[in-house]
């Protein structure tokens, strides 16, 4: 809960994004996104990422519509149809533009979607973090269990393990590079999420984050997702 509570009254923020996808044998391919966020009142927040390079990918979009209860909306709009395709909740589990990200792991991880389980505090670098499991209560979900690593001071989020239905442990995802903006919110510049069934990882590297910016709330909707450029 405090969590949370941490985060909130940021307004909106918007940043830039470099996705490295990483094959078994070390091969790189690199696209450029653009990512808004805008914060909405009494339900989740709304994000839109959109890919700017390479080429065969520009324009390429989707929105996320977080609740804190329900099953969060998920659009992908593709320039190449020109339609808005909307990610069932079947459809969580598969690959986010061929990243070891799938669509369920582009939405904020809300407090009610899951029940949790207190093991541990052990030290995490130079702090103490505390270790937590976490069950998805939603039954589309992908994963039967997830364990976060969470520091005591500052409640950042280091590490992740990921365990499918069967209670394999699929993925891990580490965070780093925390930066503080406005004297408050902490942001991770590095996100690697490491697939350990394909030997496959992807590295999330965020920079030129603003906030409080001057965005169109137009911008987070389905009619919107048609109009960016």
Not at 11 to 27: D, E, P, S, Y
Not at 29 to 47: I, N, Q, T, Y
Not at 56 to 70: M, S
Not at 166 to 175: E, I, N, P, V
Request: glycine letters at 6%; hydrophobic letters at 35%; one cysteine or more.
């Amino acid at each position: 809960m405090e969590t949370r509570e941490r985060g909130r009254g940021f307004g909106n923020f918007t940043a830039r994004q470099t996705m490295v996808l990483r094959n078994r044998q070390g091969q790189e391919s690199r696209r450029e996104l653009r990512v808004k966020v805008l914060e909405v009142e009494g339900d989740g927040d709304r994000s839109l990422f959109v890919f700017d390079e390479p080429r065969d990918v520009a324009g390429t979009a989707l929105l996320v519509h977080a609740h804190p209860e329900a099953a969060d909306d998920q659009w992908l709009y593709l320039p190449a149809l020109a339609r808005v395709k909307r990610i069932s909740s079947s459809n969580r589990s598969g690959s986010f533009m061929g990243s070891e990200f799938a669509y369920e792991d582009m939405s904020v991880p809300e407090l009610e979607k899951f029940t949790y389980r207190y093991l541990r505090d052990e030290p995490c670098g130079e702090l103490t973090c505390t270790v937590t499991e976490r069950f998805p209560a939603e039954e589309g979900s992908a994963y039967l269990r997830q364990v976060v690593w969470q520091d005591t001071d500052e409640l950042r989020v280091w590490k992740v393990e990921y365990y499918d239905r069967k209670d394999a442990h699929l993925k891990t995802l580490t965070l780093d590079s925390y930066e503080q903006f406005l004297d408050r919110y902490w942001q991770a510049g590095e996100l690697t999420m490491v697939n350990h069934l394909t030997g496959k990882s992807t590295l999330l590297s965020w920079s030129d984050f603003q906030f409080q910016t001057d965005i169109n709330d137009a911008e987070f909707s389905q009619t919107g997702l048609r109009r960016v450029r």
